[in-house]
């Protein structure tokens, strides 16, 4: 079994900062893929970023392209999210999800294991 938590969500005005993490245990972290997915109110769950199990291969969503950095510390078995610049449309519960193999994927079918998610709203 894989367990996924995350953390690091909160309350932030916009342009500023916050640096998710998802702390992964039960298996081999290190062979899996991480992604980042998010879900706005009414609305449904969407892909925000993935990162290869070597972390030398990453992809993001258009909208956050540029402002948001995926990363991993294989020694600590947690991957992270940096969102920087942040918007008021990035409101949303952020998930993180692994999947068992080591390329990039972006949808939601191709990951298996899911945390609870971490709530995000930033504030105009």
């Known amino acids: 079994q894989v367990h996924l938590v995350e953390s690091g969500g909160g309350l932030v005005q916009a342009g500023g900062s916050l640096r998710l993490s998802c702390a992964v245990s039960?298996?081999?972290?290190?062979?899996?893929?991480m992604g980042w997915f998010r879900q706005a109110p009414g609305k449904g769950r969407e892909f925000v970023a993935a990162?290869?199990?070597?972390?030398?291969?990453?992809y993001y969503a258009d909208s956050v392209k540029g402002r948001f950095t995926i990363s991993r510390d294989n020694a600590k078995n947690t991957v992270y999210l940096q969102m920087n610049s942040l918007k008021s449309e990035d409101t949303a519960v952020y998930y993180c999800?692994?999947?068992?193999?080591?390329?990039?994927?972006?949808?939601?079918?191709?990951?298996?294991?899911w945390g609870q998610g971490t709530q995000v709203t930033v504030s105009s």
């Open positions: 999800a692994s999947r068992p193999y080591a390329n990039v994927r972006t949808g939601q079918e191709d990951y298996n294991y």
């Open positions: 039960g298996r081999t972290f290190g062979s899996y893929a």
């Open positions: 990162l290869s199990w070597s972390g030398y291969s990453t």
